[in-house]
């Protein structure tokens, strides 16, 4: 198993994080050198300075050992068992600038919508999405232009959903549900529930789904990672609303 240099780890009762330790180790190396570095020449002859040169180092080690035991006993336990502790607030980015839902996702408008009225239950969201992995560099794995114009103003095949049908991911179905036709809004959401699930790996059952392979190995590299932020951000666009007709069909919008 690999070591991950941040969580702490118990090491006889001692809660011990390896990044600290190796930042220690090495300041205490370079240390050792820049004292016996460059004189090993001139101190060959004198046995006096050799022995400095031991106890020197000597001091050094037992000053490693008890800056470690130092470091464990001022980590927390709970991070050490809980591997879920790598999402905390100091390791998942923030963004002021958009509005938190109750559900925990994330929405900014970028453009109202003007039509009449929003997707319920059972309606046809008709709609354009772009997607990034906006925790991991903003790599595009759908791109459609962007929420200021471009692909989105073109004829294309649009994507659909049936509100409450569960065909794609939470967040994006909640979100829809709030738009009005013609509205683009920016939607971000964090890994977990309201996201892709670990169990469809091809994105078949739950969507949206990335048009290209490139795309999809970019989304899975983020989602199967957990060494990295795995929130995602999302363009959407509410084309328009096909309401149920109550006979399993709908009326265009």
Not at 181 to 196: E, K
Request: hydrophobic share 35%.
């Amino acid at each position: 198993n690999r070591i991950n240099l941040y969580r702490d780890y118990n090491f006889d009762g001692k809660m011990v994080n390896f990044q600290k330790v190796s930042l220690i180790l090495i300041g205490s190396l370079q240390c050792a050198h820049a004292y016996t570095g460059g004189h090993v020449e001139q101190q060959r002859g004198n046995p006096s300075q050799i022995m400095d040169r031991r106890q020197t180092i000597n001091n050094l080690s037992s000053s490693v050992a008890a800056a470690i035991l130092t470091v464990g006993s001022t980590s927390t336990p709970a991070l050490a068992e809980d591997a879920s502790s790598m999402y905390s607030p100091k390791f998942v980015q923030e963004y002021p600038d958009f509005t938190v839902t109750d559900a925990g996702w994330s929405f900014k408008d970028v453009k109202k919508g003007s039509g009449d009225a929003s997707p319920g239950v059972g309606d046809r969201a008709v709609f354009e999405w772009s997607g990034y992995t906006i925790g991991y560099f903003g790599r595009p794995f759908e791109a459609k232009g962007g929420p200021k114009g471009g692909a989105f103003d073109k004829d294309l095949d649009y994507d659909r959903t049936v509100i409450g049908s569960k065909t794609i991911i939470p967040a994006l179905e909640e979100a829809l549900m709030t738009m009005k036709p013609g509205g683009v809004r920016q939607v971000i959401v964090p890994y977990g529930a309201l996201s892709y699930p670990e169990s469809d790996k091809e994105h078949t059952a739950v969507g949206p789904k990335p048009t290209t392979f490139s795309g999809q190995r970019a989304l899975n590299f983020v989602l199967d990672n957990p060494r990295v932020d795995r929130t995602l951000l999302f363009n959407l666009k509410l084309v328009r609303v096909d309401k149920n007709n109550g006979k399993g069909g709908f009326l265009r919008g």
